[in-house]
């Protein structure tokens, strides 16, 4: 889903400065998405973190 996300918003001329490459949004995505099948509480809890960061930097 989150690979779904970050293909739309390449295309779009904003995305870069909301959303840096390497970005602390964009860590906890990847190892939210990394742990999904392993450990799902884990993965919600870093797409929350991600989440709250994202609402506190904007």
Request: hydrophobic share 50%; aromatic share 10%; glycine share 4%.
């Amino acid at each position: 889903m989150y690979t779904l996300f970050t293909q739309v918003f390449r295309f779009l001329p904003f995305a870069r400065a909301v959303a840096p490459v390497h970005g602390v949004a964009h860590n906890l995505m990847e190892r939210a998405e990394a742990r999904a099948g392993r450990n799902p509480q884990q993965a919600q809890e870093l797409r929350r973190a991600a989440r709250a960061y994202l609402s506190v930097v904007r």
